[in-house]
Structures are given as structure tokens and as C-alpha cells.
């Protein structure tokens, strides 16, 4: 039997390390961990995505994106032949993503971002994770590795500006129903995960490894 190939795409600021307790059956599943490349000047989301597939090397790949990776993994979609498109703790169009960053794209607030600061972890901490994450500062010291002020710029600038207003019925949305970055109340179809907060992909693995082969084979 050919093996199914699932590529993962970490969150904003994230490195594929957030990964590591994902565990798919060998015998079925071959996964391959991605990571943010820097953006080149004036790179557009479209551009990069399409930089970013070029990495994906299987035909009928599944693709896993989390946060602002998943709306990466939707952009790349456009250039690959995909067997299914899974995002967690994201959203499926600007339509989902909270009041604060439409105010933020409408206000071009984000400019203000003091991204040059993130190299701190606690501030990227709190900007990518939420708030209630001090006491495991020391893990996201490990998870949050893209700390370079070009690539932040680009990144928050991305995920506030993106312009998908349809959603793809076809994406498999995963979404913690206590998530603070992308409330679940703006978030439409998707597979609820009771407490999952926006870093259940380290929180919730154990329901993610349970479930996700059926997903992906469904």
C-alpha cells in the first residue's frame, strides 16, 4: 500500500518543533514537518504560498496548517494536487478571524506591532498564544524559534490583510472551543475540541493522534 504523505505547517512564529507529539501509523501515514522561510521583499501571501508548495513533493499530499499556517496551507492549495486541506486553531476566510484585526486592518494598527521587541519571548508569546501562558513561557522559548522582525512584519501583516472572503467547503476545519486568538463564536463548521485552547496541537495531541488518520481517510 503507497503510503499517504502528510506535510505540517506550524503557527506564526512557530518552528515545526510544535509538531513533536504528533504521531501518525507508520505503516499507513508518512509525515514531513515544514518551516517559515524568509519572506523576500514585497513578497505577496499568493507568492510565498506558491514558494512554499514547492517544497510539497508528493502528488495527493494531505496538507496541516496551524493558525496562521492554516491560512498559509489554504493559499498553497491553489498550486498543488492535494488529497485534503486540514487546518486547526485558524480560520477559513477574513470573515472568521476576530474584531480586534478587522480593526486593525481597517486602523492599518498593526504597523504598530512593536515586532523589533518579540525577540523577548514573552511578548511573542502573548502575541502568537494568548495571554494565559506565563508559567510555560520556558516551552514556547523552545516552540517559537521565527523571531526575526522582517519575517514578523510580514507574517502579522499577512494574516490581518488576507483577503479570502469564501470559504472552501472542502477545507477540514479542527478549532478548540476555547480558543482566544480565533473565538470559536465567529467560526463556522468545524470539528469542536471541548478545552482545546489555541495551542491544542500541544495540549490535545492525544484526541489529534486518535483522530486524525480517520480525517485524513474519510
Known amino acids: 500500500m503507497q503510503k499517504i504523505h502528510v506535510y505540517f505547517m506550524p503557527g506564526l512564529a512557530a518552528s ?16 514531513h514537518l515544514l518551516d517559515w522561510e ?19 513533493t508528493h ?7 496551524v493558525s496562521f499556517g492554516g491560512v498559509l496551507v489554504q493559499e498553497m492549495a491553489q498550486f498543488l494536487k492535494l488529497r485534503k486541506v486540514i487546518i486547526i486553531s485558524s480560520v477559513k476566510c477574513n470573515v472568521e478571524v476576530p474584531l480586534r484585526m478587522k480593526f486593525a486592518k481597517s486602523t492599518k494598527a498593526y504597523k504598530l506591532v512593536p515586532t523589533g521587541l518579540m525577540k523577548n519571548v514573552e511578548v511573542l508569546s502573548k502575541f502568537s498564544f494568548g495571554t494565559a501562558i506565563q508559567q510555560r ?23 490581518i490583510m488576507w483577503e479570502r472572503t469564501e470559504i472552501d467547503t472542502k477545507v477540514v476545519h479542527i478549532h478548540g472551543d476555547m480558543d482566544e486568538v480565533f473565538p470559536i463564536k465567529n467560526i463556522q463548521n468545524c470539528i469542536t475540541i471541548k478545552g482545546g485552547t489555541h495551542i491544542m496541537i500541544l495540549s490535545k495531541f492525544k484526541w489529534l493522534n486518535e483522530n486524525l488518520p480517520k480525517i485524513i481517510l474519510e
Open 137 to 159: 513561557l520556558k516551552l514556547y522559548e523552545k516552540y517559537l524559534s521565527m523571531r526575526e522582525k522582517v519575517y514578523l512584519d510580514w507574517a502579522i501583516e499577512q494574516m
Open 38 to 56: 524568509m519572506p523576500i521583499p514585497n513578497e505577496t501571501l499568493k507568492e510565498y504560498a506558491k514558494r512554499m508548495a514547492s517544497l510539497v
Open 59 to 65: 502528488e495527493n499530499a494531505v496538507l496541516v496548517g
Open 16 to 31: 515545526s518543533l510544535i509538531f513533536e507529539r504528533i504521531e501518525l501509523p507508520e505503516d499507513t501515514f508518512e509525515m
